[in-house]
């Protein structure tokens, strides 16, 4: 296993300094929104630096830590030179800029340019693939079959932390460019990881314990892709399973997550009084957890099935308890996943509950809110923010407005594949149909229209 010969990172640690390990993973954080990049740094993350399991950190948090220290290398930071490391799955490929392993690099440099193969890096040379091919599970995924009767054996480190990257890159990718092209892509990596908890069912321990939670969070992960890409049944499967992983190992963390993201999908299917009570579910496992921000997400989550079911009283004491919950800022103990939620998503996820409501000022003026504060990294969430915009200015009779806002929507979808947030698009162009002679609708219905055959063309 990768720990078995790992050598500390002293001088890692002492540029920590005083700080704590979560202290030091928010300021690694907040230097990679400074250059626009996004890593998704935690205490753990950190404690693996230190104690040198990862000997080369993946090329974006290359690009944070030397920002963070000017003039320096990563030899001057404690790593080993890029050169120097090798994994096993480095040989004789050449996988794409975000898709490291990071315990190991190969001695290459790419481009950081985004282009399509970023969109299917994480099944092309995923790292949880790796892990794959190294118990004997088949194939990398783009050839044919995999095995799943893989002999039980001890799982290590390398396995470990192969899934919960696979994690990482997963939701970096959906946050760049939305779930469309990753689904599928992204099942593969999924029966691997349940391939090696099953393999592994001998593991006892701190390892076990990591595994499970890692192939749960990555059964979300799938989950959210479905869920974001139309496959609301699919989407239901997965975090069923996520579900039942929790109980199984125990983790109130995971738990808590299944039943957000469950909330989540049970109101975008109409059935509010599930959101409701999968809501409050997930509050009651993540109580003990100590995270505020988790809190707050599930009280939005619970707003939502309220809304949905038209009770206004039990929404506005939902959405107060998730202003009370977000005004305690943020804490070590919020979980890793939840990166993506801050004051944009606070914003955007009230507007829905007024929007469902049918309170469309309000919701325009939350949605603009979002849109104007998110940073423009997380190109799925901004085109999201948009696109509710859009629909909630249409509602309440604003049409040129809406037209505006639809088009700079459609301005980002070369990017991002969301089959969700076309869906509300196309909800706006029939509800401005009526208003085509206003200014600017005509020519966003005409290039929502293209964009909508050249959508179907593909898909076909």
Same mark, same amino acid.
């Given at each position: 296993?990768?720990?078995?010969?790992?050598?500390?990172?002293?001088?890692?640690?002492?540029?920590?300094?005083?700080?704590?390990?979560?202290?030091?993973?928010?300021? @690694?954080?907040? $230097?990679? /929104?400074? *250059?626009?990049?996004?890593?998704?740094?935690?205490?753990?993350?950190?404690?693996?630096?230190? &104690?040198?399991?990862?000997?080369?950190?993946?090329?974006?948090?290359?690009?944070v830590f030397l920002h963070m220290f000017?003039?320096?290398?990563?030899?001057?930071?404690g790593f080993s030179a890029r050169e120097a490391v090798r994994g096993r799955g480095a040989r004789g490929r050449t996988p794409p800029p975000d898709t490291y392993n990071s315990t190991n690099c190969t001695n290459s440099t790419y481009s950081n340019e985004e282009s399509d193969v970023l969109r299917r890096a994480f099944m092309t040379s995923g790292t949880v693939t790796v892990a794959a091919a190294s118990l004997g599970l088949g194939p990398l995924p783009g050839t044919e079959g995999h095995r799943t009767d893989v002999p039980r054996q001890r799982i290590g480190e390398s396995e470990v932390s192969a @899934?919960?990257? $696979?994690? /990482?890159? *997963?939701?970096?990718?959906?946050?760049?460019?939305?779930?469309?092209?990753?689904?599928?892509? &992204?099942?593969?990596?999924?029966?691997?990881?349940?391939a090696l908890l099953d393999a592994g069912a001998t593991t006892r321990g701190s390892t076990a314990g990591r595994l499970a939670s890692g192939a749960g969070e990555l059964a979300i992960s799938v989950g959210w892709l479905a869920h974001d890409s139309g496959?609301?049944?699919?989407?239901?499967?997965?975090?069923?399973?996520?579900?039942?992983?929790?109980?199984?190992?125990?983790?109130?963390?995971?738990?808590?997550?299944?039943?957000?993201?469950?909330?989540?999908?049970?109101?975008?299917?109409?059935r509010y009084r599930e959101a409701v009570r999968a809501a409050q579910a997930g509050h009651r496992a993540a109580g003990p957890l100590g995270s505020a921000r988790l809190l707050a997400l599930l009280s939005l989550r619970e707003a939502g099935g309220w809304a949905g079911l038209?009770?206004?009283?039990?929404?506005?004491?939902?959405?107060s308890r998730a202003h009370t919950?977000?005004?305690?800022?943020?804490?070590?103990?919020?979980?890793?996943?939840?990166?993506?939620?801050?004051?944009?998503?606070?914003?955007?996820?009230?507007a829905q509950c007024?929007?469902?409501?049918?309170?469309?000022?309000?919701?325009?003026?939350?949605?603009?809110?979002a849109t104007a504060l998110q940073d423009p990294h997380f190109a799925r969430n901004l085109a999201l923010y948009g696109a509710q915009l859009s629909g909630d200015l249409a509602r309440g009779g604003a049409a040129a407005e809406a037209a505006a806002a639809g088009e700079r929507v459609l301005d980002l979808l070369d990017e991002v594949q969301s089959s969700r947030i076309r869906a509300i698009l196309a909800e706006t162009a029939r509800v401005l149909v009526p208003r085509r002679h206003t200014a600017g609708v005509a020519d966003f219905l005409d290039r929502h229209a293209e964009t909508a055959r050249a959508a179907a063309a593909v898909a076909r």
């Open positions: 296993m990768a720990s078995s010969r790992a050598v500390p990172n002293l001088m890692f640690r002492r540029l920590r300094g005083q700080r704590s390990p979560g202290e030091f993973a928010a300021l @690694v954080r907040r $230097a990679a /929104r400074e *250059i626009g990049e996004q890593v998704a740094c935690d205490a753990r993350y950190i404690g693996r630096v230190e &104690a040198g399991e990862i000997r080369c950190p993946n090329y974006a948090y290359e690009r000017p003039g320096s290398t990563l030899t001057d930071l @899934v919960e990257e $696979a994690v /990482r890159q *997963i939701r970096l990718l959906d946050d760049r460019h939305g779930a469309d092209g990753l689904y599928q892509r &992204a099942a593969q990596p999924l029966r691997t990881a349940y496959r609301l049944d699919d989407a239901r499967s997965h975090y069923a399973e996520a579900l039942a992983t929790s109980r199984v190992a125990a983790d109130p963390a995971l738990e808590a997550h299944a039943f957000c993201n469950t909330s989540f999908l049970a109101r975008d299917a109409g038209g009770d206004r009283p039990g929404c506005e004491q939902a959405l919950h977000f005004g305690r800022g943020p804490s070590d103990a919020d979980p890793e996943w939840m990166s993506f939620f801050g004051e944009p998503e606070l914003q955007a996820l009230e007024w929007s469902a409501l049918g309170d469309w000022s309000r919701a325009a003026r939350l949605s603009h809110r």
